[in-house]
């Protein structure tokens, strides 16, 4: 793959994630934002023996964008306004979710 089909495929990948991170957590709020960051580990274990070009574009743009922070915390803040201890179990279930998926995908392939 060319650099510049790298690039165009990273932009489109890192747009598909980040539209599909927002439809799930405008849908299913909290909710949403959790299966996406645990369906995201998941597919981030499957791609860890995949060439560099198809982490780079899919791994890294793609699920990076899908799974991002920045879908994450503003869900925890408003889960601590409403109860610190929801939000602890919140994080808790996201982190331990995450590695549990991310460890079934790497055993997958």
């Known amino acids: 793959m060319t650099a510049f089909a790298t690039a165009v495929g990273f932009g489109v990948a890192a747009a598909i994630g980040t539209l599909l991170r927002w439809r799930a ?3 299913l709020g909290p909710g949403g934002t ?10 981030l274990g499957l791609l860890a023996d995949t060439g560099d070009t198809t982490m780079t574009v899919i791994g ?3 699920l990076g964008a899908l799974t991002t922070v920045s ?3 503003p869900e925890l803040v408003r889960l601590t306004r409403a109860s610190p201890l929801l ?11 995450a590695i549990a998926a991310a460890t079934l995908g790497l055993r997958l392939v």
């Open 87 to 97: 939000a602890l179990g919140y994080i808790s279930l996201t982190i331990t979710g």
């Open 60 to 62: 890294t743009a793609g």
């Open 25 to 27: 957590s405008t849908a």
């Open 34 to 43: 959790l299966l996406i960051n645990i369906a995201g580990a998941f597919a």
């Open 71 to 73: 879908g994450l915390l």
